[in-house]
């Protein structure tokens, strides 16, 4: 199998777009169709279905990823085993469009010389087991959830505190404001679907309804932009992004992001990685985080007791 391919295939699967995957293996768009339709081909079955949002997998291609994904790791594997001190940092960022991924990419433009693997990894518990096994070096995470402890010989540092925002539709009760502040989103109906049970980011969306009587509804699949689509017919539906997130819409829809304001609330990003791991590049990444955080700032801010500390002082509302 054509490993240049799988390679490709994830990309595009990471991205979701054909032309942000050409921008990522600096290639043209046309190259990046020839090797995932050669893919196909070969494999017997689409991997993609293009829409007019990006590319989305088929039931076929989310088969074939995890799979894909272990191919790759399997040819790093093989070529550091003859290449001792040169392997790639493989860092989780979680997302291709959330900010770790942002925070890497400022790495890699200070560090160019420095080889890098960007893989996303679903949830804290798999983050772990690659960051124990060895799979990967860093992940960047929300930690430590309740009853959830690092598990000896991993280290952890807050690195960048990213605002949680209000996102509506032109016609709610809130599109007006210049910032809404938590509490006044109590009684209104706040729609984040795709919460999973047990990840960190559930349990820091439950933390953020109990600090401030929200009600956050979680029903229904995450589908790419069925969010956008129903707050753009909404008077009264809203969701919740991070500042950082990048999101499309049709011009049309005239969505209006809000910030959160007395408190602020942050999603709290934090480094992870194994303290015995000697990749001397995973000392570099932490110091240009280290070096590169955002100052303080004297607006109050507000995140869960359990979140770690690390680089960033505590800073209570």
Same mark, same amino acid.
């Given at each position: 199998?054509?490993?240049?391919?799988?390679?490709?295939?994830?990309?595009?699967?990471?991205?979701?777009?054909?032309?942000?995957?050409?921008?990522?293996?600096?290639?043209?768009?046309?190259?990046?169709?020839?090797?995932? %339709? $050669?893919?196909?081909?070969? +494999? =017997?079955? @689409?991997?993609?279905?293009?829409?007019?949002? &990006? !590319?989305? #997998?088929?039931?076929?291609?989310?088969?074939?990823?995890?799979?894909?994904?272990?191919?790759?790791?399997?040819?790093?594997? %093989? $070529?550091?085993?003859?290449? +001792? =001190?040169? @392997?790639?940092?493989?860092?989780?960022?979680? &997302? !291709?469009? #959330?900010?770790?991924?942002?925070?890497?990419?400022?790495?890699?433009?200070?560090?160019?010389?420095?080889?890098?693997?960007?893989?996303?990894?679903?949830?804290?518990?798999?983050?772990?087991?690659?960051?124990?096994?060895?799979?990967?070096?860093?992940?960047?995470?929300?930690?430590?959830?309740?009853?959830?402890?690092?598990?000896?010989?991993?280290?952890?540092?807050?690195?960048?505190?990213?605002?949680?925002?209000?996102?509506?539709?032109?016609?709610?009760?809130?599109?007006?404001?210049?910032?809404?502040?938590?509490?006044?989103?109590?009684?209104?109906?706040?729609?984040?679907?795709?919460?999973?049970?047990?990840?960190?980011?559930?349990?820091?969306?439950?933390?953020?309804?109990?600090?401030?009587?929200?009600?956050?509804?979680?029903?229904?699949?995450?589908?790419?932009?069925?969010?956008?689509?129903?707050?753009?017919?909404?008077?009264?539906?809203?969701?919740?992004?991070?500042?950082?997130?990048?999101?499309?819409?049709?011009?049309?829809?005239?969505?209006?992001?809000?910030?959160?304001?007395?408190?602020?609330?942050?999603?709290?990003?934090?480094?992870?990685?194994?303290?015995?791991?000697?990749?001397?590049?995973?000392?570099?990444?932490?110091?240009?985080?280290?070096?590169?955080?955002?100052?303080?700032?004297?607006?109050?801010?507000?995140?869960?007791?359990?979140?770690?500390?690390?680089?960033?002082?505590?800073?209570?509302?």
């Amino acid at each position: 199998m054509d490993l240049t391919a799988v390679r490709t295939f994830v990309t595009v699967a990471d991205s979701g777009q054909f032309q942000e995957a050409a921008a990522v293996l600096a290639i043209t768009q046309q190259a990046v169709s020839k090797r995932i %339709a $050669a893919l196909e081909k070969e +494999l =017997g079955v @689409r991997l993609f279905t293009r829409t007019a949002r &990006g !590319a989305d #997998l088929t039931v076929d291609g989310q088969a074939f990823l995890p799979h894909a994904r272990e191919l790759l790791l399997a040819e790093e594997r %093989a $070529a550091a085993s003859v290449r +001792l =001190g040169r @392997r790639a940092l493989r860092v989780d960022v979680i &997302g !291709a469009r #959330l900010a770790p991924a942002g925070l890497l990419r400022g790495f890699h433009e200070a560090h160019p010389d420095i080889a890098l693997d960007v893989v996303t990894l679903f949830d804290v518990d798999s983050a772990l087991t690659a960051l124990r096994s060895g799979s990967i070096d860093a992940s960047f995470r929300a930690v430590a959830m309740p009853g959830r402890p690092l598990p000896r010989g991993v280290g952890a540092a807050r690195v960048y505190d990213e605002p949680i925002q209000l996102l509506t539709g032109p016609g709610h009760a809130l599109a007006g404001l210049r910032s809404v502040s938590p509490g006044e989103l109590a009684g209104h109906r706040i729609w984040i679907p795709g919460i999973v049970e047990g990840t960190e980011w559930a349990a820091y969306y439950a933390s953020l309804a109990a600090e401030f009587g929200l009600v956050i509804d979680s029903s229904g699949p995450n589908f790419t932009g069925a969010v956008q689509n129903a707050l753009a017919g909404s008077d009264t539906l809203a969701t919740l992004v991070s500042e950082q997130t990048r999101l499309t819409w049709p011009a049309g829809h005239d969505l209006r992001r809000i910030p959160l304001r007395d408190p602020t609330p942050v999603y709290p990003h934090s480094l992870l990685w194994v303290t015995a791991n000697p990749h001397p590049a995973l000392a570099t990444l932490r110091a240009h985080l280290a070096a590169t955080q955002p100052p303080c700032t004297a607006t109050p801010t507000w995140t869960p007791a359990w979140a770690v500390r690390g680089v960033f002082p505590a800073r209570r509302p």
